[in-house]
């Protein structure tokens, strides 16, 4: 398998794209074809588990990398990380709907899926490009990255890992995630502003030649945790070709038929891995691209027109509140053919004037496979407190997102295709605002109080590693201008 960059050739082994995480040129990695799963192969794989299914489509994208070596990952990422050996499991919530619940992992959100490997894939990495140097880890985050990248490269060899994340954009479960982190090689850093500021920030030092310098003095360099790393988008194309095999093997879709996705979406990573998924063989029908009040993709795919220059609302999702989707540009990538010029200009007028428009044939062509909806936190609420009366499931505001959203393309199309929900976190990461969602009284000033209260209110457990973020203490305090950040990064590895 070979990687090319997005605004321009270059190739690349599977090491290579994952250790760099970022081409020199700003592009983002992308395989030059997409490996194929038949039916057959694929009622192959519904006869194994999560992590045979993970090593086998995975091996298909990582082609450098031995059969002893992905096991070595994938037995590292999911045994014994999980709260069970099906870290991706199906619910169902009747009307032909399933949750593909993705937050069963150490840090309660979808990111675990694939932040619990990528160490393993990068290390691994590493000794096959370069053996003497450390990575460091850059990472804007809207709040569950930065967590689970934490989690994951904390105290790992030849790594160190600085993440930044909004001070304001991110929840108070969140943030204490974050700043409560362990670790000899990791750093927190709040930052004056909003996830894209910080997520711009971040592929600015990418791109520092002075920074370079700096870090090969000191025989560093850069690699990312953000979607932007092949590394990260990989593996979660694995959960959704799980999902199609769970169907399979329950009876529920049939040879030749097919579902519908509904992903929460904000950088378009996760939603984007289902695309990647269909490209392979899964027989995904429509993607179902649902939004906050920061709809930015839901424009987009009606109009054709992306366009950034809107205000930037602070929600109740916060994970989705981004107006720049670094992960659209792989999809652009694809859509027009492969077209690396075309790419590296539509990238290059959102820098210059923060939008740009598809031409119709292209436009045409992304709404035959996607819908856009977006809901606000009103709707989110509404969803949250229906299905739990209806059906006793407990759901994040990002998944109360999705679940409106599915509501509102039913309607609209009539289409009672069977839907798979991408559930992206546990409601207890955002209890206050579940709870507003679920009952009228006065919620408790403290947090693990509301966490309590959620419990009981439910009849579900709190998570084991929320509730034992108890009495940790804050080892995290900095907080910095977005101007401010590569210093940031300076002082924390000369330490």
Not at 59 to 67: C, E, F, G, M, N
Not at 243 to 249: N, S, Y
Not at 267 to 284: C, D, E, Q, S
Request: hydrophobic share 40%.
């Amino acid at each position: 398998m070979v990687y090319t960059g997005t605004r321009g050739d270059a190739a690349a082994s599977s090491a290579q794209a994952i250790a760099a995480g970022i081409v020199a040129d700003g592009g983002l990695f992308v395989p030059r074809e997409f490996p194929q799963l038949t039916a057959a192969r694929l009622a192959e794989l519904a006869q194994l588990d999560y992590r045979s299914r993970a090593a086998a489509v995975l091996s298909l994208y990582l082609t450098d990398y031995t059969a002893e070596e992905i096991r070595h990952c994938v037995d590292g990422a999911y045994c014994g990380t999980f709260e069970h050996d099906a870290p991706a499991p199906l619910a169902d919530i009747g009307e032909n709907r399933k949750m593909l619940e993705l937050w069963h992992g150490p840090t309660c959100a979808f990111k675990d899926l694939a932040l619990q490997i990528l160490p393993y894939l990068l290390t691994t990495a590493l000794n096959k490009v370069d053996k003497e140097r450390t990575a460091v880890i850059l990472v804007a985050t809207s709040g569950d990255t930065g967590k689970a990248a934490l989690a994951g490269f904390a105290d790992v060899a030849k790594t160190r890992i600085i993440v930044f994340y909004p001070r304001d954009g991110v929840s108070d479960m969140q943030k204490l995630q974050m700043t409560t982190q362990k670790g000899d090689n990791v750093a927190v850093c709040a930052i004056e502003g909003n996830f894209d500021d910080a997520q711009s920030g971040v592929k600015a030092i990418f791109a520092d030649a002075g920074m370079r310098e700096f870090l090969a003095d000191r025989r560093m360099v850069f690699s990312s945790a953000n979607s932007i790393n092949f590394g990260r988008l990989a593996p979660q194309i694995v959960y959704y070709v799980s999902a199609c095999c769970d169907l399979l093997r329950s009876g529920e879709l049939t040879p030749g038929g097919g579902f519908n996705v509904v992903v929460p979406t904000g950088n378009f990573g996760n939603i984007l891995a289902a695309v990647y998924a269909k490209r392979m063989g899964v027989p995904i029908r429509k993607f179902i691209c649902a939004s906050n009040a920061n709809n930015v993709l839901t424009d987009f795919i009606r109009t054709g027109v992306y366009d950034r220059n809107r205000p930037f609302h602070t929600t109740e999702s916060p994970s989705m509140d981004i107006l720049i989707s670094s992960n659209l540009e792989r999809y652009l990538y694809h859509l027009s053919g492969g077209d690396a010029e075309f790419t590296a200009a539509k990238m290059a007028e959102l820098r210059q004037s923060g939008r740009y428009e598809l031409p119709p044939v292209m436009r045409d062509a992304m709404r035959e496979e996607f819908y856009g909806g977006c809901a606000d936190d009103a709707a989110g609420r509404a969803a949250i407190a229906e299905i739990f009366r209806e059906r006793h499931y407990l759901c994040d505001t990002h998944t109360a997102v999705a679940l409106a959203v599915c509501g509102q393309y039913r309607k609209e199309t009539g289409d009672d295709t069977t839907c798979v929900i991408a559930s992206t976190a546990s409601p207890y990461k955002f209890a206050p605002a579940v709870l507003r969602a679920l009952t009228d009284r006065e919620l408790p000033a403290d947090d693990f109080a509301k966490l309590e209260l959620l419990s009981r209110l439910s009849g579900t457990a709190v998570p084991a590693s929320l509730a034992a973020l108890r009495g940790e203490p804050v080892r995290h305090r900095a907080c910095v201008p977005r101007a401010e950040m590569a210093q940031f990064i300076r002082s924390a590895l000369q330490k």
